[in-house]
Nanobody, 123 residues
Framework: QVQLVESGGGSVQAGGFLRLSCVYF????MGWFRQAPGKERDGVAS????????YYADSVKGRFSITRDHAKGTLFLQLNSLKPEDTAMYYC????????????????????WGQGTQVTVSS
């Protein structure tokens, strides 16, 4: 069983920034998802096991950045220029594969999930 532990969420004003972290163990494709109340869980970004290939949802391109530090066993999501519509619970997830592929944004493609960290952006 792979354990994923997120941290770094919080409340900020529009235009602000946050950095989410997810501690993991293993060599997997990993991703960040978010889910707002009453809405489906959506893919935000993912990164291959080697860190050389990244994917982003159109809604966050140019504002969010996904990176990973294997030495520290930590996945990051830098959230810049935050908007109220970015408000959601953010989840870290991992796939039992080194590559993410074209289905990176589909939650059912992922095998392991963290407990989530809340991001709230006020206008």
């Amino acid at each position: 069983q792979v354990q994923l532990v997120e941290s770094g969420g919080g409340s900020v004003q529009a235009g602000g920034f946050l950095r989410l972290s997810c501690v993991y163990f293993g060599y997997y494709c990993m991703g960040w998802f978010r889910q707002a109340p009453g809405k489906e869980r959506d893919g935000v970004a993912s990164i291959s096991a080697g860190g050389d290939i990244t994917y982003y949802a159109d809604s966050v391109k140019g504002r969010f950045s996904i990176t990973r530090d294997h030495a520290k066993g930590t996945l990051f999501l830098q959230l810049n220029s935050l908007k109220p519509e970015d408000t959601a619970m953010y989840y870290c997830a991992a796939v039992r594969s080194t590559s993410c592929g074209d289905r990176w944004f589909i939650p059912t493609e992922y095998d392991y999930w963290g407990q989530g960290t809340q991001v709230t952006v006020s206008s």
